[in-house]
C-alpha cells in the first residue's frame, strides 16, 4: 500500500528535505528528488519554494524550528544551558548542517531562537553588548563542539604513544594519560564534556 501525499507546505517541504538529508547527505537534496518523495511534480513545488537557495532557507528554518525550547526555565544559566544543548542535539541530529547550512539567510525560527536567549537574560543586569556577546560565545563554542564531534576521529597509534610517554620527554602527557583512557563510551565522554565546558563558559561569562 503506497503512503499518502503530504500536503504541499514549505513546512512538509522542508521535512522531507531534511530527511533526504540525514539518509543519504546534503548533496542528494534536490527540487526534483523532494518532489519524487512527495509524489507530486517538480513544477509543483515552485509555487512554495522558488529556487534551490529558498529550499536550503527553509531546511534552515525548519532547523532553528527544533532548536527553540518550549518553555523557559527562569534561572537564566540554566536557561542559557538549556538552549544550548537543544541547540547542540540539532546539530548532532542533523550533522551535515554543520557545513551545508552557512550560507542560509535567517529566517523566522532563528530570529525566535534568538528572541528566546535574550529572554533567557531579560532579567539580567547585562547590558545589551553584553547579552549579544554572552550569545555570541556560546553559539561559538556550541557549533565548534558539534564540528568536532561530528568529525572522524583520527587513528591513534597507543603503542607509539605509550613508548613515548615512557621516554621521560613528555612528562605532562604522562601525568594526564598514563594511566590509560577511561572505559567510557564515546558519546558519554563527549556529552560530559560539551556539558562541562558550557557551565564553565556560562557561569564564567555571568560572573
Same mark, same amino acid.
Given at each position: ?15 522531507? @528535505? *531534511? ?11 534536490? /527540487? &526534483?528528488?523532494?518532489? $519524487?518523495? +512527495? ?57 551535515? @548542517? *554543520? ?11 532563528? /530570529? &525566535?531562537?534568538?528572541? $528566546?536567549? +535574550? ?78 565546558? +558550557? ?9
Amino acid at each position: 500500500m503506497s503512503s499518502p501525499k503530504l500536503k504541499l507546505t514549505r513546512e512538509s517541504i522542508a521535512g522531507v @528535505a *531534511l530527511a533526504i538529508a540525514d539518509r543519504e547527505g546534503f548533496e542528494a537534496v534536490s /527540487m &526534483r528528488r523532494v518532489a $519524487q518523495e +512527495l509524489k507530486v511534480g517538480t513544477m509543483s513545488l515552485y509555487y512554495y519554494v522558488k529556487t534551490k537557495d529558498d529550499l536550503i532557507a527553509v531546511m534552515d528554518d525548519a532547523l532553528m524550528g527544533e532548536a527553540i525550547l518550549p518553555s523557559l526555565p527562569k534561572d537564566w544559566r540554566r536557561a542559557m544551558m538549556e538552549i544550548a544543548k537543544r541547540t547542540h542535539a540539532v546539530f548532532m541530529r542533523h550533522p551535515w @548542517a *554543520l557545513s551545508a547550512m552557512l550560507s542560509a539567510p535567517p529566517g523566522l525560527n532563528a /530570529m &525566535r531562537h534568538t528572541e $528566546q536567549c +535574550l529572554e533567557a537574560l531579560a532579567e539580567t543586569s547585562m547590558t545589551a553588548k553584553q547579552k549579544i556577546t554572552l550569545l555570541a560565545v556560546v553559539d561559538d563554542f556550541v557549533f565548534g563542539h558539534a564540528l568536532r564531534e561530528a568529525a572522524t576521529d583520527a587513528t591513534i597509534d597507543v603503542e607509539f604513544a605509550a613508548a613515548q610517554l615512557r621516554t621521560g620527554a613528555f612528562p605532562r602527557l604522562a601525568e594526564v594519560f598514563g594511566g590509560g583512557r577511561a572505559h567510557t563510551s564515546k558519546g558519554r565522554v563527549n556529552k560530559d564534556r560539551f556539558e562541562r565546558g +558550557l557551565r564553565v563558559l556560562i557561569e564564567g561569562i555571568g560572573q
